[in-house]
């Protein structure tokens, strides 16, 4: 589910949902597994110095509610490419993905990409954290997924 809780930037919610969809079915999990918030810098910025005491804003953040996180979904589909893993319950619930559109706005003009695509890596990316990755810490492995993820999408 995609929420929409800022006005700054036009976000048209229907393709972000598309797009999630897609993502859950690459990823093997539950529809409506997760939730997706637009929200303003000023919130942004907000919940980025109230859980990582980081000063303003930023494009993208997750919470999951596992806080263990469930680390290995994508890489256990796609290593060898061995039978798929099962699906994850619909009524089980990885967390919340926070995405501030003016944020993803300047940083998409200045990787040269357009702010919908823009806000689908942000999509991808959140979800990956979500799973349990985290590209501060794992040497490199979410980079990879999230690559080959990224040229599967068309988002390269």
Request: aromatic share 6%; proline share 4%; net charge positive.
């Amino acid at each position: 589910m995609i929420l929409n809780r800022q006005r700054a930037v036009r976000a048209a919610r229907q393709p972000l949902e598309l797009f999630l969809r897609r993502v859950e079915r690459e990823l093997h999990l539950g529809v409506s597994a997760l939730t997706v918030c637009l929200v303003s810098d000023a919130e942004m910025a907000r919940l980025n110095e109230a859980f990582l005491r980081k000063k303003g804003p930023t494009d993208v953040l997750s919470f999951p509610a596992d806080k263990k996180g469930r680390k290995g979904t994508y890489a256990e589909s796609t290593a060898k490419r061995r039978a798929k893993p099962k699906a994850a319950a619909p009524e089980q619930y990885l967390g919340d993905i926070a995405i501030a559109p003016a944020t993803a706005r300047r940083y998409a003009k200045k990787n040269g990409r357009s702010l919908r695509n823009e806000l689908r890596v942000l999509i991808l990316h959140g979800v990956l954290h979500l799973l349990g990755y985290d590209h501060e810490t794992d040497r490199g492995e979410m980079n990879r997924i999230e690559q080959r993820m990224r040229r599967r999408f068309g988002l390269a």
